[in-house]
């Protein structure tokens, strides 16, 4: 083991860290007026680190430190997506968080929160994950309180309570898992579990995956996702429901990767994931404010991305399909969350009525996006439920498909609630209590930024799924132990 | 040129939407000029078009797309996809016609049927079950905004049922076309290689339930019985033109997928289920005739003429897939006289619905009992709701008249049940008669009175649909010699 080279290796980790200390050490310094330069470090630190990540992916897949964290595939691609899903974030809140009090504080945590999730993306060792699951944790309890509503509040209380009790939950499982397998990294644990008695395993394995469903956002642990969408501020939002997803749902990936057939895991996989999107989409059908409405999207989105871990390893199309849909999920939520943050005054369904009169290219960002999470084609969540789907029947879970396929057509119902007031042809205008006048909302956007990148994730949308198949054949390479 | 033919009306829409300030009258001649283009362009290929040997095709072309998943950019055209892409253009370039006087927001509607005619034309082209899932999937969203924007009446609610319930059948589809994936060794989503290796050979339970799926999917689309409650008020609260569309093309993509999907894919399958299809296209016939003769409403006494003439159109295809001695030229024949339908009611029933939107404009009606005795005030209204009735309930002359024969020939010969169906033509007569009686004859009363006749883009768009049914009922042949070759490719692959 070369300590200096394993370092090398973690470059985009290293990358990242640097940037939240710099930014954070910066915003102490700075007058208020010139905070905004903590923005261009953090930009700058997430885009080095995703560069780092990609020149990386040319070297052959590995283990570092003794086997405990893994540069793979699936690292890589968690590494990239975190990293530009970060920078999007950034990008479309830069008017609603410039000039804010708490700024570069803001980008710190972002970044310590995106690095958690690297970790987790990578980890290889169940205490690595633990410290992975930490670092994702505790930033993003601070970020959601960080808006001082009423409501941050208590959805930055529910979100610690469920979070402490999840994580608990999690480090009992570690425990167990290493009392009976005798090691933590998963080299070791993979032969050892199979003659580990099936009860213990078990229990091990259902409080670790409870851990991860906290981060995911998907059954038992999705309580917080819909106060803390809506409740904090629409950056923060967008990043909660989507950087720690890929994190966790990689880790959930590898971890059950080397679990043994002695338990039946793809049932339970397969039921949390049944149970999310129904309950996901349920809870979204009569959901006025649209922010709480995409919050319960996200859950469901949660069931559908856990199709190909319940089949981890037990399909060749298992792992492409999950990095494929992770890297499309990721573009397609944060394109919807653009959209409600160029257009701060509309909160609720009946706000965006006539919306596309006002703002046509917002609009047209909305279809695309809100089309491509229902999985119309020829948007990439399109050829990621097309491929998680066949995974998950090749697999031999049919049951689940169907359950899948089921909710799709269910999710198409209120992703049109939100759809069809905004292409009416009457223009109400907005009446949520906190909006300005008449005139203003009918006034052109004045958020550049968030509709820039509203437009520009429209249009990732479209391209990612042309060039698919190109994604695909990279994903196709097995994982590291 | 094939990929020009789709993507050209799309290319066009972009650049309706994108470039500022287009002038209303601009954006329509716009779409008029690209649907004439397209249509000039489909003609040609008709011209050099040469029957494909069995299992190739012509035009095709072929890029690599996702090669890790077995699907590619593959479009192709063959003697039952040709006449479909014509008449798609025909009938696109009809409602652009007809949009030509129309004052409601011209330059996104210009789009919208730009973007919506590439989507049907890219079904009939795709040889790739991926890429048509994508053309199939992308046709209901623009006919849900179609619908959702430019209708009237209780549209947002009609939009809403067509889209949920047609998305239902479109993944009902999808989840046949992964079926068909996984099925196949090496896995494809390649139409043709599928066809050549047809998977489930040797799984009769699986290929049963693939084709289940593959059926419910279509089935929802066409509409036939049980599956058809999403087209009434989809069709009486669309525009006239969205509803020409839904009916003369998007119905089609329905009848089209088993011709091409289901029966060559799944021959086994196929074979043991047609005794069900028959019955289903019975019924649909019968089910379809008799409700459409109870109604009062032009629009929704049209759409259930639909569900009676697709119901020919399965009960064909069905009867195509029972197995007997000596029958291979009687099922050619059905099935050519279901792809002849196809196109037959594409012209007929869209020239229908063109014809009620007439009465709506003028007179924001549907009512059959508030009209009377429009012959007087709209002579040429008159003439041409009576001709396209006439096509309509298949009188000889008219391309109706080719496609029920021959359907019934077909059919009869392999299936004599289908003897059971024979009445449907006998109560669509009875009621176009006496839509023709109420609306037409008598003395003029009610919302008649001061009636317009029509104008000169209404009598081009409808009359040249009328005229091309008129010439496929004279000469046929241009017609059959393109659709037989290939219809005997499809009997061939179900019956090995």
């Known amino acids: ?481 | 040129m094939l990929s020009l033919v789709v993507f050209l009306p799309v290319l066009t829409a972009v650049i309706l939407v994108v470039v500022p300030r287009v002038s209303d009258r601009a954006a329509r001649w716009a779409w008029l000029g690209i649907a004439l283009i397209d249509l000039a362009l489909l003609v040609g290929m008709w011209i050099g078009f040469d029957s494909p040997k069995p299992g190739a095709l012509a035009y095709e072309e072929r890029l690599q797309w996702m090669p890790s998943v077995g699907s590619s950019y593959h479009l192709g055209v063959d003697g039952l996809s040709l006449p479909l892409l014509t008449l798609t253009a025909v009938i696109f370039a009809a409602c652009a016609v007809y949009a030509l006087r129309e004052n409601d927001r011209p330059r996104p509607q210009a789009a919208l049927f730009l973007f919506l005619q590439s989507a049907c034309l890219g079904v009939f082209a795709a040889q790739d079950l991926i890429l048509f899932f994508v053309f199939f999937d992308l046709s209901l969203v623009g006919m849900y905004f179609v619908i959702a924007g430019w209708g009237h009446g209780n549209a947002a609610r009609s939009a809403l049922k067509f889209f949920l319930y047609t998305f239902l059948g479109s993944l009902a589809l999808l989840l046949g076309f992964i079926g068909l994936y996984l099925g196949a060794d090496p896995h494809t989503f390649d139409m043709v290689e599928l066809a050549r290796s047809a998977p489930f050979q040797d799984n009769p339970v699986a290929g049963g339930f693939v084709l289940a799926a593959i059926l419910i999917g279509l089935a929802i689309k066409t509409p036939t019985f049980p599956f058809h409650t999403w087209l009434p008020p989809a069709h009486t609260d669309a525009p006239a033109i969205g509803s020409a569309v839904l009916a003369g093309v998007l119905l089609k993509m329905g009848t089209y997928g088993f011709v091409r999907i289901a029966m060559p894919l799944l021959p086994d399958a196929w074979r043991s289920w047609a005794w069900i299809i028959v019955v289903v296209g019975i019924v649909s016939v019968l089910y379809g005739a008799l409700v459409a003769l109870a109604q009062t409403d032009v629009k929704r006494m049209i759409a259930y003429t639909s569900v009676n003439h697709m119901g020919y159109i399965v009960l064909a295809v069905g009867a195509a897939g029972v197995v007997s001695n000596t029958s291979a030229q009687a099922q050619q024949l059905a099935v050519t006289g279901a792809v002849v339908q196809m196109v037959s009611h594409g012209l007929i029933t869209s020239a229908l619905f063109l014809l009620a939107g007439v009465l709506y404009e003028r007179r924001q009606s549907y009512d059959l009992n508030a009209f009377g005795g429009l012959a007087a005030p709209a002579p040429r209204y008159a003439a041409f709701f009576a001709t396209a009735a006439f096509a309509s309930l298949g009188l000889p002359g008219f391309s109706g008249f080719i496609a029920e024969f021959q359907i019934f020939a077909g059919s009869i010969g392999t299936v004599p049940l289908s003897l059971l169906a024979l009445p449907g033509i006998l109560i669509t007569a009875a009621l176009f008669l006496l839509a023709s009686q109420r609306l037409l004859t008598g003395k003029t009363r009610g919302l008649s009175t001061g009636f317009s006749d029509l104008n000169t883009t209404e009598t081009l768009s409808i009359g040249s649909l009328l005229v091309l049914s008129v010439v496929i009922g004279v000469f046929p042949r241009f017609l059959l010699d393109v659709i037989e070759p290939a219809a005997s490719v499809v009997v061939n692959l179900v019956g090995r």
Request: proline share 5%; hydrophobic share 55%; charged share 10%.
């Open chain 1, 1 to 481: 083991m070369n300590v200096a080279v394993d370092t090398l290796t973690l470059l985009p980790e290293v990358c990242v860290l640097g940037g939240a200390i710099v930014a954070l050490l910066a915003g102490s310094f700075l007058p208020r007026k010139h905070q905004l330069a903590t923005r261009w470090i953090a930009i700058l630190a997430l885009m080095a680190s995703a560069i780092a990540a990609a020149v990386g992916m040319a070297q052959p897949s590995t283990t570092i430190f003794e086997a405990s964290f893994a540069v793979d595939v699936g690292a890589s691609f968690g590494r990239i997506i975190i990293a530009l899903a970060t920078i999007f974030v950034i990008v479309l809140g830069i008017e609603e968080l410039s000039g804010t009090r708490r700024e570069s504080e803001t980008y710190a945590l972002l970044l310590l929160a995106a690095l958690g999730a690297m970790l987790l993306s990578g980890a290889s060792d169940l205490l690595i994950l633990i410290t992975g699951y930490l670092l994702t944790s505790i930033p993003l309890y601070a970020l959601i309180g960080m808006s001082r509503s009423p409501g941050a509040a208590e959805a930055a209380m529910k979100t610690y309570l469920l979070g402490a009790l999840l994580g608990i939950m999690m480090m009992l499982g570690v425990t167990v898992l290493f009392g009976v397998g005798g090691g933590t990294s998963y080299r070791q644990l993979g032969p050892a579990l199979v003659d580990a008695p099936a009860a213990a395993v078990a229990v091990g394995v259902v409080a670790v995956l409870g851990g991860l469903m906290f981060k995911a956002g998907g059954v038992p642990g999705h309580f917080w996702i819909p106060d803390a969408t809506q409740a904090a501020g629409t950056a923060v939002a967008a990043f909660l429901t989507t950087v720690p997803k890929v994190g966790a749902l990689i880790a959930a990936y590898r971890l059950l990767d080397i679990i043994p057939a002695s338990i039946d895991w793809p049932l339970l996989v397969g039921l949390l994931a049944a149970a999310s999107m129904t309950l996901g989409n349920l809870a979204a059908f009569w959901q006025d404010d649209v922010r709480r409405l995409l919050g319960w999207s996200t859950v469901s989105q949660v069931g559908y991305l856990m199709l190909p871990v319940a089949v981890a390893g037990r399909s060749d199309l298992a792992l492409p399909s999950l990095l494929l849909y992770l890297a499309g999920y990721a573009a397609t939520n944060l394109t919807a969350f653009a959209v409600v943050a160029a257009l701060p005054s509309r909160r609720t369904i009946t706000d965006y009525r006539g919306a596309a009169r006002t703002h046509p290219w917002l609009a047209g960002a909305l279809i695309v996006s809100l089309l491509g999470l229902v999985g119309t084609p020829p948007t990439i969540v399109f050829i990621g439920k097309l491929t998680t789907l066949a995974a998950a029947w090749d697999g031999s879970l049919v049951w689940l498909v169907i359950i899948a396929v089921i909710n799709s057509v269910a999710s198409l119902f209120y992703y049109l609630r939100w759809l069809a007031p905004t292409f009416s042809r009457a223009v109400a205008l907005p009446v949520s209590p906190s909006t300005s006048s008449p005139a203003a909302a009918a006034a052109p956007v004045r958020r550049r930024w968030a509709a820039g990148s509203a437009v520009t994730g429209a249009a990732s949308v479209l391209v990612l799924g042309i060039v698919a198949g190109g994604i695909l054949s990279i994903a196709g390479s097995p994982l590291a132990h």
